[in-house]
């Protein structure tokens, strides 16, 4: 996809998404065999549940259908939210993503798994698991110290320090 049309496609989408109470992460047009798909990204501070999906893939649809923006020839839209595993790229990604693990590719090399805590406009405090037994140790991560950060799955992680899920309290 030329920036150009990058470009054309969020000035043209990005009003629409925010209008939805969304924010607009990431445009991409691939090409599958002889179609086109246009995946649109979006997220928010509470997240998109599937309604606010379909709310805003109808919107932008509806504004496609009217303009020429994605050019003559068929073409698929796939909306969707930027999945569990999503890469942290702005300020309010970091904030998104605290009480989760991240792995953080670190500017002068090396990486750190750890946990946010606190998100500022310099940086994330962040928790360093124990290994072997040993506490939690906090440190704090500052932007440029950060080359690139991912959020962690977890599949055995506790809901709250005690070890007991809501329902069995």
């Known amino acids: 996809m030329s920036t150009t049309q990058s470009e054309r496609l969020r000035e043209l989408l990005e009003p629409l998404v925010t209008s939805q109470g969304l924010d607009l992460e990431e445009i991409a047009v691939d090409s599958v065999g002889r179609k ?16 606010r999906i379909a709310d805003v893939s109808r919107v932008l649809s509806a504004k496609l259908d009217e303009t020429d923006a994605m050019g003559e020839g068929e073409y698929t839209l796939e909306v969707g939210t ?17 009480g989760r693990l991240v792995k953080f590719q670190l500017a002068q090399g090396g990486e750190l798994v750890a946990r ?19 506490r939690p140790t906090a440190r704090r991560l500052a932007f440029g110290d950060v080359a690139r950060a991912r959020v962690q799955v977890e599949f055995n992680r506790k809901d709250d320090e005690s070890g007991q899920k809501e329902e069995e309290a």
């Not at 086109?36 to 309604?51: E, F, N, Y």
């Not at 946010?116 to 040993?134: A, H, M, Q, S, Y």
Request: charge should be negative.
């Open 36 to 51: 086109r798909v246009l995946r649109v990204v979006v997220d928010s501070d509470t997240g998109a549940d599937l309604d």
């Open 82 to 98: 930027p999945g569990a595993e999503r890469l942290l790229t702005e300020h309010r990604h970091y904030v998104r993503a605290t």
């Open 116 to 134: 946010i805590l606190t998100v500022d406009d310099e940086g994330v405090d962040v928790e360093v698991p124990g290994v072997r037994g040993r």
